[in-house]
């Protein structure tokens, strides 16, 4: 079997991590097996699909390193194959009209539940043999019905959640097409499935009631159901169904505050799939370990926290001069010239270990691209006491003739600190103080190497 998966989200609105896991892993399916990933927007919603989402979704997954195969491909630009296909339906009494009105049928929802039967439209004007249908009302455009089977039950093997069956007596005859002739959601995926030959379908366990359904429909015009696998439900971290109404962030959002995407699909893969005790991997050994045999059955909550620890780790650990191109866009967001002043590899090298995030990386080397501080002789009295000032002067001159390298500069500090018995913070302090106007550094002589010997000389003569 060559298999064939998609993601198939419906542009209504940001898309946050819980639809990017839905994406992740058919994603990951396809490329485990050497198929194909097809990217279907479901856009037959028109008041409430834009371009604009549209754009965020293929954004979203470009920056995450989430190839397609196919598409993106639109519902709306595929609305004659709907109409080819209702037609055949028709022809072949697989469909039929019906003239109920949204008010008759509003009427019968109630009088059910007061007889707390489950809603369900009753089959008025389902043709059967024998049977004499209503007249047809004038100036009465219907809708399309798909006939149901009646009796029985759809059975299907979920890949996550295993067997599972619904009573076609649950199911009523679902309308597949509105009055105005538009194609409604359940009949078109089930027609999209048929035509791309999708082998998989791996979504939210939100559609777990449109499958029989779909399953039905896809039976009647002659195809064989693809494999499913539902997800259960991505909750936020106050237990709630992930949304924007709940505060989930957008992958945009996300980008935005400086998050890798190697962590976000790192994050994402652990957000109802596990390999052992793996935490951190990477994409490719993601793709070579993902199999539909370990997604979890119990819903995943999302942790804050989980994902800045797993940003930090890929901050430390990514090549530093690929993340000093990531924290450029940042860093110049602050104001900051990356171009003039000390190498930005080596300032980005510096300040990584202790960063969660590419803002906080941009942040912290804003100190070594301000200008040097003109210090007051108040703020030189207040911060470098007088009895230190000797020992200021020496380092100075063991600057001087040390070589531009941490080890040099960390002996040049012992060389002194011993000459004048003092502690290493009674010397850093002040030197720091003296540097950026700040005591709030990196490692003294890390900074020094990433400030250059000839701007470092040039700070600490001014307070001797």
């Not at 009796?151 to 599972?164: E, L, T």
């Not at 793996?278 to 995943?300: I, M």
Request: charge should be negative; include cysteine; glycine fraction near 6%.
């Amino acid at each position: 079997m060559h298999i064939r998966t998609r993601f198939a989200p419906s542009p209504t609105g940001f898309i946050h991590l819980g639809n990017l896991r839905s994406a992740l892993y058919p994603w990951a399916f396809a490329r485990h097996n050497k198929g194909d990933f097809i990217l279907r927007i479901e856009d037959t919603d028109l008041e409430r699909s834009s371009q604009e989402a549209v754009d965020v979704i293929i954004e979203g997954m470009a920056w995450l390193g989430m190839d397609i195969d196919e598409g993106p491909i639109y519902q709306m630009q595929r609305i004659d194959r709907y109409r080819e296909v209702i037609k055949q339906m028709l022809d072949a009494g697989l469909a039929y009209p019906c003239y109920m009105s949204e008010d008759e049928l509003n009427l019968l929802r109630d009088q059910q539940m007061a007889k707390k039967e489950k809603p369900r439209y009753n089959g008025l004007w389902r043709p059967e043999p024998g049977k004499t249908l209503p007249p047809i009302p004038k100036g009465v455009q219907p809708v399309i019905r798909f006939k149901n089977p009646i009796g029985g039950s759809v059975i299907w093997n979920d890949a996550v959640k295993g067997q599972i069956e619904i009573s076609n007596n649950e199911l009523d005859d679902l309308i597949i097409a509105r009055p105005d002739g538009t194609p409604t959601y359940n009949f078109c995926v089930v027609v999209d499935d048929l035509d791309m030959k999708i082998t998989h379908v791996i979504r939210g366990d939100d559609h777990v009631n449109n499958t029989p359904r779909q399953i039905n429909i896809m039976k009647a015009l002659g195809g064989t159901p693809p494999i499913y696998a539902h997800l259960p439900t991505v909750l936020n971290d106050a237990g709630e169904k992930m949304s924007k109404r709940n505060g989930a962030m957008s992958v945009r959002d996300y980008q935005r505050a400086g998050y890798l995407p190697e962590a976000i699909l790192n994050y994402l893969a652990r957000l109802g799939w596990s390999h052992g005790d793996a935490e951190v991997f990477t994409k490719e050994q993601f793709v070579s370990w993902f199999d539909l045999e370990s997604l979890g059955r119990s819903p995943a909550q999302h942790n804050p926290e989980k994902l800045l620890w797993l940003n930090h780790q890929y901050i430390q650990n990514t090549d530093v001069a690929k993340l000093a191109e990531a924290t450029k866009p940042f860093a110049h967001e602050l104001g900051i010239n990356t171009e003039h002043g000390p190498d930005f590899v080596q300032v980005v090298g510096l300040l990584k270990d202790r960063a969660n995030t590419l803002i906080e990386i941009a942040e912290g080397s804003k100190l070594f691209y301000l200008p040097a501080p003109q210090l007051t002789a108040d703020q030189i009295s207040e911060n470098i006491p007088e009895a230190v000032v000797p020992a200021i002067r020496d380092l100075i001159e063991a600057i001087k003739s040390s070589e531009p390298n941490k080890e040099s500069y960390s002996a040049a500090f012992k060389q002194v600190l011993a000459k004048h018995q003092l502690k290493m913070p009674a010397l850093a302090m002040p030197v720091r103080y003296g540097l950026f106007a700040t005591t709030q550094t990196p490692a003294i002589d890390s900074v020094l190497v990433v400030l250059g010997k000839d701007e470092v000389i040039n700070r600490l003569s001014r307070l001797v």
